[in-house]
């Protein structure tokens, strides 16, 4: 992508994406590895983890129940998304029926607003005024050398 618009670089929504798939590849192995939790908050844990820094460089804050909350979501987006594209497609061919595919999501999300619209009232989160790029590269390189070090195989 970035051979095409280098300028991606720069985009808040591509460094996120960049930086949680990253996670998922070199963090999510060792803390499955590690630690008895379920596969969504080892997903969760892994993304939040690279992408901290720039969450709050750019948005200037974080809120502390993020990890519980997106663990108690992440299940529904695949059948969200499942379910959104069956019933796009379909509602192209015959609306009615794309229609009623879609309203199975419904629940869903329902669900999901629920859970975040809750998690939204029980305070929590961290707001910072600036976020020196200092901090951020100090904590990438401690972030780095975790992985580098927990990464190795024992012989």
Excluded: C, R
Excluded at 17 to 44: M, N, Q, R
């Amino acid at each position: 992508m970035l051979l095409f618009s280098p300028s991606l670089i720069f985009d808040v929504g591509f460094q996120l994406s960049f930086l949680a798939t990253l996670g998922l590849l070199h963090i999510k192995p060792l803390l499955f590895k590690k630690l008895v939790i379920g596969d969504d908050l080892t997903t969760t844990i892994s993304a939040q983890a690279v992408t901290l820094p720039i969450l709050l460089s750019n948005f200037g804050s974080y809120s502390l129940w993020s990890v519980i909350v997106n663990g108690l979501v992440l299940w529904t987006i695949p059948i969200l998304m499942i379910l959104g594209g069956v019933g796009a497609m379909f509602g192209l061919l015959i609306e009615p029926l794309g229609q009623l595919i879609l309203y199975l999501a419904l629940p869903f999300l329902l669900f999901f607003e629920m859970i975040v619209h809750a998690s939204s009232k029980w305070g929590g989160v961290v707001a910072l005024e600036s976020f020196p790029w200092q901090i951020a590269v100090g904590y990438y390189g401690l972030l780095l050398a975790t992985i580098v070090f927990f990464g190795k195989k024992k012989k």
